[in-house]
């Protein structure tokens, strides 16, 4: 069965400084992988997306996030965090099998931002 | 294009009480999911609707929650009875094709 880590319970960052959340996965074949941001009392935000081809993916609010399958991991990085960027950071990995897709979440990193 | 539309957002119960939520998806969208959200963890999935048929329910606990999707559209999440330990968000989300799901804000139960 597939999983997810997320080493970080939190992580303290100061307004501009760069930012990298990491994630570690579990999956037999090549999996979809995605990063999803939730901010207090809100549902989900898609992040961004992994499914095939370039292994760097560019995603909303000037996130990215880079596959390397040696690893296991879909770290997601951002070059200068906004306090608005404080919020709870999901990575999650799907499967698809023969139209049963599934998500499965890992534990979230919380991101606070200092000024 | 209007977004998954849940309600209630808050519900506060007490413990053997029966609740229900509504997820409203977005149009066209086949795929339904219900979340668990207990506090400081990921969301993990309860059910799954392909349409009004359930694709995966093994993490549903049936002798307490139920969930319909009639006619492949609109869906309820039922508990009965409530259990202390069911205080958590309740998320709805839906796809359209693939794992590119879009959620809905939730609705967050407090079971006293």
């Known amino acids: 069965a597939q999983s997810v880590t997320q080493p970080d319970i939190h992580i303290t960052v100061s307004e501009g400084a760069s930012l990298e959340l990491r994630c570690n996965y579990s999956?037999?074949?090549?999996?979809?992988l995605f990063w999803y941001v939730q901010s207090p009392g809100q549902g989900l935000q898609l992040l961004l997306k992994?499914?095939?081809?370039?292994?760097l993916v560019q995603g909303i609010k000037g996130f990215e996030a880079e596959f390397k399958r040696s690893q296991s991991s879909f770290n997601l990085r951002k070059p200068s965090v906004h306090w608005s960027d404080a919020a709870e950071y999901f990575c999650?990995?799907?499967?698809?099998?023969?139209?049963?897709?599934?998500?499965?979440f890992g534990t979230g990193t919380r991101l606070t931002i200092i000024p | 294009e209007a977004g998954v539309a849940q309600s209630p957002r808050y519900k506060i119960i007490e413990k053997r009480q029966s609740v229900a939520f509504w997820c409203n998806p977005i149009?066209?969208?086949?795929?339904l999911y219900w979340y668990q959200q207990i506090l400081g963890q990921g969301p993990k999935l309860l059910i799954q609707?392909?349409?009004?048929?359930?694709?995966?329910d093994s993490q549903l606990p049936k002798d307490r929650f139920s969930a319909e999707r009639l006619k492949g559209v609109d869906s309820t999440l039922k508990i009965q009875p409530a259990k202390l330990e069911d205080s958590a968000v309740y998320l709805c989300?839906?796809?359209?094709?693939?794992?590119?799901?879009?959620f809905g804000q939730g609705t967050r139960l407090t079971v006293v």
């Open positions: 989300a839906t796809s359209e094709r693939g794992l590119e799901a879009f």
């Open positions: 999956y037999g074949a090549t999996p979809y």
């Open positions: 992994y499914f095939s081809g370039d292994t």
């Open positions: 999650a990995v799907g499967i698809s099998n023969f139209g049963n897709e599934k998500l499965t």
């Open positions: 149009s066209g969208h086949a795929t």
């Open positions: 609707f392909q349409n009004n048929g359930v694709v995966d």
